[in-house]
């Protein structure tokens, strides 16, 4: 079993910066792939960022170049950072994470970018 915990999010303004962070506990050590997907209203979750523990990194193409995504494995924990942000990055982000055989999710948090 892994459990995560997301920082908190907030709201920002058009062309500012956040950072969110994921911390996981329990069985971290079977820990693979660790990323962040995001769902606005009335839409599907979508992927946005991962990272696997070689430190490769897939990015969807609406944040590349202005999210990063990073981890520490010795913290057990995902970061992203979000810079420039825009209006349609409104959403609620969860963390996930893969082991050989599971996927766990965050609770999610909710980042509001205001135009």
């Known amino acids: 079993q892994v459990q995560l915990v997301e920082s908190r999010g907030g709201l920002v303004q058009a062309g500012g910066s956040l950072r969110l962070s994921c911390a996981a506990s329990g069985s971290t050590f079977s820990i693979n792939i660790m990323g962040w997907y995001r769902q606005a209203p009335g839409k599907q979750r979508d992927l946005v960022a991962t990272i696997t523990r070689g430190y490769s990194t897939n990015y969807a193409d609406s944040v590349k170049g202005r999210f990063t995504i990073s981890r520490d494995t010795a913290k057990n924990t995902v970061y992203l950072q979000m810079n420039n942000l825009k209006p349609d990055d409104t959403a609620v982000y969860y963390c996930?994470?893969?082991?050989?055989?599971?996927?766990?999710w965050g609770r999610g948090t909710q980042v509001t970018v205001s135009s």
């Open positions: 996930h994470v893969t082991t050989g055989g599971y996927a766990y």
